[in-house]
């Protein structure tokens, strides 16, 4: 019975903390950028900025707190109070919109430090707690289970967070009352964690000298490139995402500036595509755990590539904003997200196996290097240059400053880029083949 309670707890806390998080993350991910461009200015130099820094914080956080809790083997400390900070800094950011549009720079400033900061505590309680902790407990009866939870999850995030925070937001754009409730909610798990972990749930301490040296040895990648698949598997990660990030940092702005939706619709336009294609993970984990994650990448990205060429062929005279449904837009993003689940599934499991068991934390900082910090400055770069040029443009009286509408040529250069991912996978499975 203590056993079958005890699996109760843990899935509790692998979908409850899982989903706040990633709940969490797409608000950043896709609110922030449409409040940007709602209050601030439609300027994507602003939305450039905020992913290069908020990257470097992630990045940085991960290998900090991934190695003191290597350390000291208490990832429970990290969770609690990276998802309570967490959530207290994202209330922090809605109040940016306060400052005066007069004092631009300023503003653009206090944007992306504010942005950094709440991402740092997130990867606090997210990348070096949840996320280790989940590798700690990973057996062979539950990774396909495990894998499923941690791939959907960004999916169900997206859901939620866009249909909630669109209903939120609302057609008044009251995005105040967004960060204020999405904040309350990452905290309050934040607690709840901190109740549920128990010292059970601490792993012993891996101490490698001094605090900083034991910090410094991970960026001696002679280890990590001895780990030839696992390099093969980040490098096709790193690809991947920062043609993802070219189109998805904007895809919010694009529904909304491009499209001419308002965004309480466009919460549901995504929403619903996006239930569908969270299906296709039931199958998936189960080619998983027999063991054919290279196949299940591989099939992601191709997936994905088409979705993005659907999405890049909609025009704005085709689609009627008022309504929910366009089929054309519905193909595209459901084909996307069939994709994008099949990469996150399977390459989150593949490449937590390849990790050394007495670094874990400090692996899932290298994870983070390549799914993070180089997809976003890649990602955020290539997606600027593309929305300033070919797209729409108008000077906002106000500020005095440019103004840039996405167009759809992100999803065409971004599903190119991403094409270029299979050449790593399928050179392991090519490994594991021979």
């Not at 509790?12 to 991910?29: H, K, S, T, Y």
């Not at 108008?394 to 250069?413: A, K, T």
Request: proline share 3%; hydrophobic share 50%.
């Amino acid at each position: 019975m203590e056993k079958k309670r005890s699996n109760f707890r843990m899935w509790l806390l692998v979908w409850g903390l899982g989903l706040a998080g990633q709940i969490c993350w797409n608000m950043e991910n896709q609110w922030f950028n449409t409040f940007v461009y709602s209050k601030i200015g439609k300027d994507p130099s602003i939305i450039t900025g905020m992913l290069i820094c908020s990257a470097l914080a992630t990045t940085f956080s991960t290998f900090f707190f991934g190695t003191w809790s290597d350390r000291t083997g208490k990832r429970r400390h990290f969770i609690s109070f990276g998802y309570i900070l967490w959530g207290i800094f994202t209330i922090a950011f809605g109040l940016t919109e306060f400052i005066s549009k007069d004092l631009y720079v300023f503003l653009g400033i206090m944007v992306v430090l504010a942005d950094t900061v709440m991402s740092f505590f997130g990867s606090m309680g997210n990348d070096s707690g949840f996320n280790t902790w989940t590798n700690d407990i990973m057996t062979d009866f539950n990774r396909g289970g495990i894998g499923a939870a941690l791939a959907t999850q960004p999916v169900l995030g997206t859901i939620l967070g866009t249909v909630v925070g669109g209903l939120l937001v609302g057609s008044n754009d009251n995005y105040m009352r967004l960060f204020l409730v999405m904040g309350a909610f990452v905290i309050i798990f934040g607690v709840i964690s901190f109740f549920a972990l128990s010292p059970a749930d601490d792993v012993e301490p891996h101490k490698d000298g001094s605090f900083w040296h034991q910090f410094m040895t991970v960026f001696n990648f002679k280890r990590f490139f001895s780990l030839k698949e696992l390099v093969l598997v980040n490098v096709g990660v790193c690809v991947f995402f920062i043609g993802f990030n070219v189109y998805f940092a904007y895809l919010g702005n694009y529904l909304i500036h491009f499209l001419g939706y308002t965004p309480d619709i466009m919460g549901i336009v995504e929403a619903v595509p996006l239930v569908l294609a969270m299906l296709t993970a039931i199958p998936v984990s189960k080619f998983i755990n027999d063991g054919k994650t290279a196949e299940v990448a591989i099939f992601g990205v191709i997936v994905n590539v088409i979705g993005a060429i659907i999405t890049y062929f909609v025009r704005p005279a085709s689609v009627d904003p008022t309504k929910f449904f366009n089929l054309h837009v519905f193909l595209g993003i459901l084909v996307v997200g069939i994709g994008y689940i099949s990469i996150l599934q399977s390459t989150k499991v593949w490449s937590k196996q390849l990790y050394p068991k007495d670094a874990k934390g400090q692996f899932e900082g290298i994870w983070i290097l390549f799914f993070v910090l180089l997809p976003m400055i890649g990602g955020s770069l290539i997606g600027q240059a593309v929305v300033k040029t070919g797209g729409e443009t108008f000077m906002d009286e106000i500020s005095g400053q440019m103004q840039y509408i996405p167009n759809q040529n992100i999803f065409l250069v971004g599903g190119l880029i991403c094409l270029l991912s299979i050449i790593p996978f399928a050179m392991n499975l090519r490994k594991k083949k021979s």
